[in-house]
C-alpha cells in the first residue's frame, strides 16, 4: 500500500502544547520500540528502504517502507508478528515477498545480512480527526533515536490521510502549522537514524534529479511533475537547515538552486495553468533573497577572499553591513511551511489539460535564448545591471531546459547545455566580483585593507568582462534543440 503523510517538528517551547491538543479524550497512547535493520554496507538505505521491527505495546509488527516521491507519499507493507514472551525478533525479508516493496527489498539486499543499526523509543498519542474533506490520523511521538548509547530526541507530528483528497489533509495540517509553529520535515526517521549510527547529522546536500516526462504530455501534467521535481530539492535541504544546528555551505546553495528552478518554472511555465497562485512567486523571492546574503558570503570566502590575501592583503575579512537574517529563522517561520504545502499540494494535483506542452513551451525556449543571444551581442556595453539580468536568463535557459530535456534528442540537449554552461560560469564570477565590490565599498573609507581589495577587484572586474565576451560567442551560435 502507499501511505501519504505529512510531518512536522516540534520546537521544544510548544510541545507540551501540542501534547495537550492532540490528548483528547478519544485519543489512544502507545509506547513503540523499534529496531531497524540494514547490511553493514547499508544496502537498504541506499535503496530508499526501511525495514523495521515494532513493539507497539504489547503486539509486534514488522514494516518495509520504501521510496516514494520524495515528499508525502511512501510505500509501506506491514506484517504482524507472534512472538514468544522475552523473545526479542529479527527482521525477515520473506515476509514482504509478492509486494512492489517486498520486490524492492530483495534486489537491494541480495546476498547480504541484515543486522540492527539503530532503533526510537517513542510514546505515541493518537487521535483521529475529521475535517472538510478527509479522515485525518495524528501521531503525536515524543521520544528518542537511538543507537551505540548515543540518544537523540525526537518531537514529531504526523498527519496520515486515512480518507479523503491531499489537498484537505494540506489544509488541516496548515492550521496547525499556524496554531503551534510546526515545522515541515521531508527526513524519515530512517534516514535520521542511519545517520545517528554514522555518527553524523547531516546528510550530503541534495542536487536537482534529471526529469522523465510522460510522451505527449499535457502542459498542466508537465508542470506538476517539474514542481514535485523542484520540490524534492527544495525540501529536503530545507529540512536540515530548518532543523539542525550546524549545517554546511553546500546545503545552502543547493537549497537556493532548489529555489531558483523552482521560481524559473512559476515564471516560465505558470502561464501554462491558471491554478497557479501569482503569490507563490513573490514569497519564493522574498525568501530567496532572505538567504542569498548569507550564501554570498560564503562563496566569496571560498573564491574570491583567498585571491585578494594571496595578492597581498594577508589577515582581510569580509566587511558585515548589518546583522544577516538567520537561514534557520527563515525556513523555521509559519509563513515558509506553509508555501511549502501549497505547493506541494499543487504538485500533487490531479487533471490534465487540453494544451500539449511541447509546442507551449518551445515558444518560451525560443523567446528566452532569443533575449540570451541579444544581450550577449551587446555585453560589453550593458550597465551592469543588465549584465546580471543577462546572468539570470542564462540560468532560467539552463533550468528550463534540463525540465524538457526528456522531449527532445539527448544529443541535441547536451550540445546546447554544453555552449550554456560556460557563459553560466563566467556571469557567475562576474557577478561575484560585483558583489565583492559592492562589499568593500561600504568599509573602504575608513579601512585601507579595503581600498586595496577595490583597486585588485577593478582589474579583476576588467578580466571577468572580457572572459564573459569570450565565453559569449559560442553561445550566440548554439543550435537550438527544439
Given at each position: 500500500?502507499?501511505?501519504?503523510?505529512?510531518?512536522?517538528?516540534?520546537?521544544?517551547?510548544?510541545?507540551?502544547?501540542?501534547?495537550?491538543?492532540?490528548a483528547?479524550?478519544?485519543?489512544?497512547?502507545?509506547?513503540?520500540?523499534?529496531?531497524?535493520?540494514?547490511?553493514a554496507?547499508?544496502?537498504?538505505?541506499?535503496?530508499?528502504?526501511?525495514?523495521?521491527?515494532?513493539?507497539?505495546?504489547?503486539?509486534?509488527?514488522?514494516?518495509?517502507?520504501?521510496?516514494?516521491?520524495?515528499?508525502?507519499?511512501?510505500?509501506?507493507?506491514?506484517?504482524?508478528?507472534?512472538?514468544a514472551?522475552g523473545?526479542?525478533?529479527?527482521?525477515?525479508?520473506?515476509?514482504?515477498?509478492?509486494?512492489?516493496?517486498?520486490?524492492?527489498?530483495?534486489?537491494?539486499?541480495?546476498?547480504?545480512?541484515?543486522?540492527p543499526?539503530?532503533?526510537?523509543?517513542?510514546?505515541?498519542?493518537?487521535?483521529?480527526?475529521?475535517?472538510?474533506?478527509?479522515?485525518v490520523e495524528?501521531?503525536?511521538?515524543?521520544?528518542?533515536?537511538?543507537?551505540?548509547?548515543?540518544?537523540?530526541?525526537?518531537?514529531?507530528?504526523?498527519?496520515?490521510?486515512?480518507?479523503?483528497?491531499?489537498?484537505?489533509?494540506?489544509?488541516?495540517?496548515?492550521?496547525?502549522?499556524?496554531?503551534?509553529?510546526?515545522?515541515?520535515?521531508?527526513?524519515?526517521?530512517?534516514?535520521?537514524?542511519?545517520?545517528?549510527?554514522?555518527?553524523?547529522?547531516?546528510?550530503?546536500?541534495?542536487?536537482?534529479?534529471?526529469?522523465?516526462?510522460?510522451e505527449?504530455?499535457?502542459?498542466?501534467?508537465?508542470?506538476?511533475?517539474?514542481?514535485?521535481?523542484?520540490?524534492?530539492?527544495?525540501?529536503?535541504?530545507?529540512?536540515?537547515?530548518?532543523?539542525?544546528?550546524?549545517?554546511?555551505?553546500?546545503?545552502?546553495?543547493?537549497?537556493?538552486?532548489?529555489?531558483?528552478?523552482?521560481?524559473?518554472?512559476?515564471?516560465?511555465?505558470?502561464?501554462?495553468?491558471?491554478?497557479?497562485?501569482?503569490?507563490?512567486?513573490?514569497?519564493?523571492?522574498?525568501?530567496?533573497?532572505?538567504?542569498?546574503?548569507?550564501?554570498?558570503?560564503?562563496?566569496?570566502?571560498?573564491?574570491?577572499?583567498?585571491?585578494?590575501?594571496?595578492?597581498?592583503?594577508k589577515?582581510?575579512?569580509?566587511?558585515?553591513?548589518?546583522?544577516?537574517?538567520?537561514?534557520?529563522?527563515?525556513?523555521?517561520?509559519?509563513?515558509?511551511?506553509?508555501?511549502?504545502?501549497?505547493?506541494?499540494?499543487?504538485?500533487a494535483?490531479?487533471?490534465?489539460s487540453?494544451?500539449?506542452?511541447?509546442?507551449?513551451?518551445?515558444?518560451?525556449?525560443?523567446?528566452?535564448?532569443?533575449?540570451?543571444?541579444?544581450?550577449?551581442?551587446?555585453?560589453?556595453?550593458?550597465?551592469?545591471?543588465?549584465?546580471?539580468?543577462?546572468?539570470?536568463r542564462?540560468?532560467?535557459?539552463?533550468?528550463?531546459?534540463?525540465?524538457?530535456?526528456s522531449?527532445?534528442?539527448?544529443?541535441?540537449?547536451?550540445?546546447?547545455?554544453?555552449?550554456?554552461?560556460?557563459?553560466?560560469?563566467?556571469?557567475?564570477?562576474?557577478n561575484?566580483?560585483?558583489?565583492?565590490?559592492?562589499?568593500?565599498?561600504?568599509?573602504?573609507?575608513?579601512d585601507?585593507?579595503?581600498?586595496?581589495?577595490?583597486?585588485?577587484?577593478?582589474?579583476?572586474?576588467?578580466d571577468?568582462?572580457?572572459?564573459?565576451?569570450?565565453?559569449?560567442?559560442?553561445?550566440?551560435k548554439?543550435?537550438?534543440?527544439?
Amino acid at each position: 500500500m502507499t501511505e501519504i503523510e505529512l510531518k512536522f517538528q516540534v520546537s521544544e517551547a510548544r510541545r507540551a502544547a501540542v501534547a495537550k491538543a492532540v490528548a483528547t479524550a478519544t485519543a489512544t497512547k502507545v509506547a513503540l520500540r523499534a529496531r531497524y535493520f540494514d547490511t553493514a554496507d547499508r544496502r537498504l538505505g541506499q535503496a530508499g528502504l526501511a525495514l523495521r521491527v515494532r513493539k507497539e505495546g504489547r503486539r509486534w509488527v514488522q514494516t518495509l517502507k520504501g521510496a516514494g516521491d520524495g515528499i508525502w507519499q511512501r510505500l509501506e507493507h506491514e506484517v504482524p508478528l507472534r512472538v514468544a514472551a522475552g523473545v526479542q525478533p529479527l527482521a525477515d525479508p520473506a515476509l514482504h515477498d509478492g509486494t512492489p516493496a517486498g520486490e524492492a527489498l530483495r534486489q537491494a539486499l541480495g546476498d547480504g545480512q541484515l543486522l540492527p543499526i539503530y532503533g526510537t523509543e517513542v510514546m505515541r498519542t493518537l487521535r483521529l480527526v475529521r475535517a472538510p474533506g478527509c479522515l485525518v490520523e495524528l501521531a503525536f511521538d515524543w521520544g528518542a533515536l537511538v543507537a551505540d548509547q548515543q540518544r537523540w530526541p525526537l518531537c514529531e507530528l504526523e498527519f496520515e490521510l486515512k480518507a479523503g483528497e491531499p489537498a484537505a489533509l494540506a489544509a488541516l495540517a496548515s492550521r496547525w502549522v499556524v496554531r503551534f509553529g510546526l515545522t515541515l520535515d521531508v527526513r524519515t526517521k530512517a534516514e535520521r537514524g542511519e545517520r545517528m549510527a554514522r555518527g553524523v547529522r547531516l546528510g550530503a546536500a541534495v542536487k536537482a534529479q534529471p526529469l522523465t516526462l510522460p510522451e505527449a504530455v499535457d502542459s498542466h501534467t508537465a508542470l506538476r511533475l517539474v514542481l514535485g521535481n523542484c520540490l524534492s530539492q527544495v525540501l529536503a535541504n530545507a529540512s536540515d537547515l530548518a532543523h539542525e544546528a550546524d549545517t554546511e555551505p553546500e546545503q545552502l546553495h543547493q537549497l537556493r538552486v532548489g529555489l531558483r528552478r523552482l521560481r524559473t518554472a512559476l515564471r516560465e511555465l505558470g502561464p501554462l495553468s491558471d491554478a497557479l497562485r501569482p503569490e507563490w512567486g513573490e514569497a519564493l523571492g522574498r525568501l530567496f533573497g532572505r538567504l542569498g546574503s548569507a550564501r554570498d558570503r560564503d562563496a566569496l570566502a571560498q573564491t574570491l577572499l583567498p585571491a585578494l590575501r594571496q595578492a597581498g592583503a594577508k589577515g582581510l575579512e569580509l566587511p558585515v553591513i548589518e546583522a544577516e537574517p538567520a537561514a534557520q529563522a527563515a525556513l523555521r517561520e509559519p509563513g515558509t511551511t506553509q508555501l511549502w504545502l501549497q505547493l506541494v499540494t499543487f504538485a500533487a494535483a490531479g487533471g490534465v489539460s487540453e494544451q500539449a506542452f511541447a509546442p507551449a513551451v518551445r515558444q518560451r525556449l525560443a523567446r528566452l535564448f532569443k533575449q540570451v543571444r541579444r544581450d550577449a551581442a551587446l555585453f560589453a556595453t550593458l550597465d551592469d545591471t543588465a549584465r546580471h539580468r543577462l546572468r539570470k536568463r542564462v540560468k532560467r535557459l539552463r533550468y528550463l531546459s534540463e525540465f524538457v530535456a526528456s522531449a527532445y534528442r539527448a544529443e541535441r540537449v547536451r550540445a546546447f547545455l554544453k555552449r550554456l554552461a560556460p557563459a553560466q560560469e563566467a556571469l557567475g564570477a562576474f557577478n561575484d566580483v560585483c558583489v565583492a565590490r559592492a562589499l568593500f565599498e561600504h568599509a573602504a573609507p575608513n579601512d585601507q585593507m579595503a581600498m586595496f581589495a577595490l583597486g585588485w577587484l577593478a582589474h579583476e572586474r576588467d578580466d571577468a568582462i572580457k572572459h564573459c565576451q569570450r565565453v559569449l560567442g559560442p553561445l550566440r551560435k548554439a543550435r537550438p534543440y527544439w
